[in-house]
């Protein structure tokens, strides 16, 4: 009886003994049970003794092989050794827009029936007869970045960048005050004088008015006069300029400033 336990497959599931047994329950990893000294199950079969476990090797043209021994004219024409992949060509509306405007068309549906009728493809990079140009490389031509000089420890050493600093300022602040010493000794400069200067003033002059018809340079008078009179008018204009300077605003006309001590 106990052999016949230890060998029913269903004896290690949730299930157990009793109950319902079906196949999918050896397969299920939350109904399996662990068995005293074994490692637990996953519930995944084995595929058989001739089954190898990777990815197969796939089959490759062109490897090192075909290119010592010359590539095969059935891989591609080309020096490459994979064929090009031919790429379908889009549709040029631009093209059909402007072959159905030609023809009259111009609401959607007449250019949607333009469409399904006619069809016009865009040129490819590679439709185009070109001769692939090939670049001449010249024989002493090398590849990579080129190698960084070693650094001059010993002019490190010697401070012999410092000393250079120091003396290209030397030379500078030399020429600056050559420089400075020729414009201040320069005899062909004439100086101006008071009297050259008052000589070379021109007295201001005002502007010419601007014309106006004669009939209206006296006789025209505002229609509306809301000063009682000319001096009323001026002292009007006079306390409005004085009011102007506690409030704000660039015209004055705003709210008043708070006093400030």
Avoid at 65 to 75: I, N, S, Y
Avoid at 190 to 217: C, G, H, I
Avoid at 232 to 260: C, M, T, W
Wanted: overall charge positive.
């Amino acid at each position: 009886m106990a052999a016949a336990i230890g060998q029913n497959p269903f004896n290690l599931t949730a299930a157990g003994e009793l109950g319902a047994h079906r196949e999918t329950m050896l397969n299920n990893e939350l109904l399996l049970r662990t068995e005293l000294g074994k490692p637990k199950r996953r519930g995944y079969g084995s595929p058989g003794e001739g089954f190898v476990f990777g990815r197969p090797n796939e089959a490759r043209h062109g490897g090192a092989d075909d290119a010592l021994h010359g590539w095969q004219r059935t891989l591609s024409t080309t020096t490459l050794p994979f064929a090009r992949k031919d790429k379908n060509a889009e549709r040029d509306f631009m093209a059909l827009n402007k072959a159905a405007v030609q023809n009259g068309l111009v609401t959607a549906g007449e250019n949607y029936e333009f469409r399904a009728t006619h069809d016009v493809r865009r040129k490819t990079a590679g439709s185009e007869n070109t001769r692939a140009r090939t670049r001449r490389i010249p024989p002493t031509m090398v590849f990579g970045i080129s190698t960084r000089p070693s650094t001059p420890i010993f002019d490190l050493l010697e401070h012999k960048y410092q000393d250079k600093w120091l003396q290209q300022r030397r030379q500078q602040e030399l020429a600056n005050r050559k420089e400075e010493t020729q414009q201040k000794r320069n005899p062909s400069k004439v100086y101006e004088t008071r009297a050259s200067l008052l000589r070379t003033y021109q007295n201001p002059v005002d502007p010419a008015p601007l014309w106006q018809m004669p009939k209206f340079r006296n006789s025209a008078r505002p229609s509306l006069e809301t000063f009682r009179s000319p001096k009323a008018r001026e002292l009007a204009y006079q306390n409005f300029g004085s009011d102007q300077i506690s409030r704000k605003g660039k015209l004055g006309h705003g709210v008043y400033e708070p006093a400030v001590n």
